[in-house]
């Protein structure tokens, strides 16, 4: 089993900041790529970062530049520093992972049960 927890979300005003943070728990042989997707009301679910087990990162156009993804291994923690937040960046945030999973043939994907970030104009 693999468990992800996220913390980090609230109110902030428009220009402001937050920090995300993910723990993922549990037994598994290690994570291949973390990230942060996010889910505004009546939108689909888009990719926010990742980065792989190497700190390759990739970012979506509408947070380069004002968003940072950093990762430890050890233990598996991932981060999402916001910066000049906007009230377009208003969603529920979920931390996910590709698993290599004990047990398992190949690997699996989890996620976490989200935290709101709400941003005010």
């Known amino acids: 089993q693999v468990q992800l927890v996220e913390s980090g979300g609230g109110f902030v005003q428009a220009g402001g900041s937050l920090m995300l943070s993910c723990a993922a728990s549990?037994?598994?042989?290690?994570?291949?790529?973390m990230g942060w997707y996010r889910q505004a009301p009546g939108k689909q679910r888009e990719l926010v970062a990742t980065i792989t087990s190497g700190g390759s990162t990739d970012y979506a156009d509408s947070v380069k530049g004002r968003f940072t993804i950093s990762r430890d291994n050890a233990p598996d923690t991932v981060s999402l520093q916001m910066n000049s937040l906007k009230p377009e960046d208003t969603a529920v945030y979920y931390c996910?992972?590709?698993?290599?999973?004990?047990?398992?043939?190949?690997?699996?994907?989890?996620w976490g049960q989200g935290t709101q970030v709400t941003v005010s104009s």
């Open positions: 996910a992972a590709n698993v290599l999973r004990v047990g398992y043939s190949s690997p699996g994907d989890y």
């Open positions: 549990g037994r598994f042989f290690s994570i291949n790529v």
